[in-house]
């Protein structure tokens, strides 16, 4: 295949897109790597996939959640005992909102 070419202009307006300032030898070194990207993107385009079945995964996902159960919660005093300020059963913060 044929290798794009990604010269600095387009460096510079993908850097104006995302809102960078790039020196001149950034602009010469991304202008190389995104050369190089492509160039091996252009590599896996020949890669034969046509019996290989469409994926989201890798591998097989299973759900690891325990199941819900109901149980006791801890006691107010011994959740507390941690607490670096409390006022009364409750956990005291500075205020956020004035």
Known sequence: MKEK???KEEVRYIAHLARLELS????????RQ?????????????V?????????HVFTLKNIFRKDERK?????????????QQRRTQFQVPRVIE
Do not use: C, G, H, Q
């Open 48 to 56: 034969d996939t046509r019996s290989v079945a469409p994926t989201s």
């Open 72 to 84: 006791d919660s801890l006691p107010v005093e011994e959740v507390l005992r941690n607490a670096p």
């Open 5 to 7: 070419k990604i010269n």
């Open 24 to 31: 001149k030898e950034e602009e010469e070194k991304f202008s």
């Open 34 to 46: 995104l050369r190089e990207i492509l160039a091996y993107v252009d590599k896996l385009k020949e």
